[in-house]
Nanobody
Framework: QVQPVESGGGLVQAGGSLRLSCAAS????????MGWYRQAPGKQRELVAS???????DYSDSVKGRFTISRDNAKNTVFLQMNSLKPEDTAVYYC???????????????WGQGTQVTVSS
């Protein structure tokens, strides 16, 4: 099983920046398409950014132009650079995706603990 480990969250003022990291742990050869998700209190989890194995990216309208997703394939790690943060970006951020393992290409299968991002006004 592949377990995502998110880090980099914190408390920041509106207009500030944070960089989140997601490392995939487990017996994997490589990661494939990956996504960053967030869940605010009382709301459903939503996909905010995704990146393919080839590096193509996509963003939700709410973060487009402010967030940048990237990846380091050598380290099986995905990043989310968040600039111009707004109070409405406050949420727990999670990553998920697929990985190439000894069992073939599999979904991560579970969510990590996430990393809390709090943006004060």
């Amino acid at each position: 099983q592949v377990q995502p480990v998110e880090s980099g969250g914190g408390l920041v003022q509106a207009g500030g920046s944070l960089r989140l990291s997601c490392a995939a742990s487990g017996s994997i050869f490589s990661i494939g398409a990956m996504g960053w998700y967030r869940q605010a209190p009382g709301k459903q989890r939503e996909l905010v950014a995704s990146i393919t194995s080839g590096g193509s990216t996509d963003y939700s309208d709410s973060v487009k132009g402010r967030f940048t997703i990237s990846r380091d394939n050598a380290k099986n790690t995905v990043f989310l650079q968040m600039n111009s943060l707004k109070p409405e970006d406050t949420a727990v951020y999670y990553c998920n995706g697929v990985a190439l393992t000894t069992a073939g290409v599999i979904d991560f299968g579970s969510w990590g603990q996430g990393t809390q991002v709090t943006v004060s006004s």
